[in-house]
């Protein structure tokens, strides 16, 4: 408990914006209509190759004897090439609907 005490002390501004980018993100996409939805996250999954890169240089400044660091960055990396690739397949679905039938 102690611990925890002092990580949220440690790390209180930190905490704060994380917080207030949860509130941004909720009023942002409420405001989204509904049917923007789908092109407006493929393009953001798309996007998130920025993860995989943050990912890949936390595993790499990681100690070798830090497995936590290492197992979170390697989910990191293997989530964000998924959410990648799944924001490619969708775009580009979308963007078939948009071509002429044969």
Do not use: C, W
Request: no cysteine; charged share 15%.
């Amino acid at each position: 408990m102690e611990f925890i005490q002092q990580f949220i002390t440690d790390n209180q501004q930190m905490i704060y914006i994380v917080i207030l980018m949860i509130f941004v993100g909720i009023e942002v996409i409420g405001r989204v209509p509904s049917v923007l939805h789908t092109p407006l996250m493929s393009g953001a999954n798309a996007i998130h190759g920025v993860v995989i890169i943050g990912a890949i240089i936390v595993m790499g400044k990681a100690d070798s004897s830090d497995y936590i660091a290492l197992i979170l960055g390697f989910l990191a990396v293997i989530l964000g090439t998924l959410n990648v690739v799944g924001g490619f397949v969708v775009t580009d679905r979308m963007l078939e609907m948009f071509n002429k039938k044969k």
